[in-house]
């Protein structure tokens, strides 16, 4: 399962969740249901803020669930119930975009003056976006402290709508390797699987003999390995082969070793 989809099936789970009268039945979708503003989001992350406008502690809610709080802060950029700043926290990592947004995203939305709802996106098409949010109520219009999570969907070109944040989801999801040679500005590296690649290690590779850093990069030009030297050179562009071993009181050796 991805991350994002982690994150979906956490916060899809809570639709039909009503905020309560009191502190009683906060676990429960409907019981002790009123218009207070209690909630188990607030009870469980802001417990000061209990009985305050709640549709951003349910998206912090949701990612906390899935990924846990080290994880989730670090999604997010920073935990806060009031949604100028966590639109804000999204806009200081250049990861807050206007348009196109994709399952996963933060969607923002907005009233004559400020940033004011917000939300999960769940589903994106040509033209429409649909979202899971907290503190809203059903209906075709933005309807900020509603008192109910439910899903909804709205135009791309709703006015309303000032943005998305979108979660570095590097942070929690591993890597995906093309097993083989690859090259970047750091040099070349080989991986061995989908999830790894070689490093502080000798590799026969092709009939060709590399020794990889603790970075994983093949050496490059002459190197001391376990105080003896060697000299790595590059053919035509590939990654660079041990064709040179130095001894340590200096007799040279070359060829196969």
Known sequence: MS?????????????????KRTEDGLDSKAANAGSNNFTKYARDLY???????????FVDWCFVQAFGKVAARQLLGGFSAYTPD?????KKRGQYHKDSPRPGDQIFFRNSSRICHTGIVVEVTSTVVRTIEGNTSSGSEVIANGGAVCRK?????NSRIDGYGRPDWSLVEAP??????????????????????YKSCWRVINGHKYYFNS????????????????????????????ALYVAPEGEQYIGEF
Not at 47 to 57: A, G, T, V
Not at 176 to 188: A, I, L, R, T
Not at 218 to 238: C, V
Request: aromatic fraction near 20%.
């Open 3 to 19: 991350a994002v989809d982690k994150l979906l099936t956490v916060a899809l789970q809570e639709e039909g969740y009503l905020e």
């Open 47 to 57: 417990p000061s803020l209990q009985e305050n406008p709640w549709c951003d502690m």
């Open 86 to 90: 966590s639109a804000q926290y999204y």
């Open 153 to 157: 969907e709205y135009s791309l070109n």
């Open 176 to 197: 995906s390797y093309e097993v083989g040679w690859h090259h970047d500005s750091n040099g070349w590296w080989y991986a061995y699987s989908g999830t790894g690649y």
């Open 215 to 242: 970075d994983g990069y093949a050496l490059a030009g002459w190197q001391r390995i376990q105080d003896k030297w060697y000299f790595f050179e590059n053919t035509a562009g590939h990654p660079l082969e041990c």
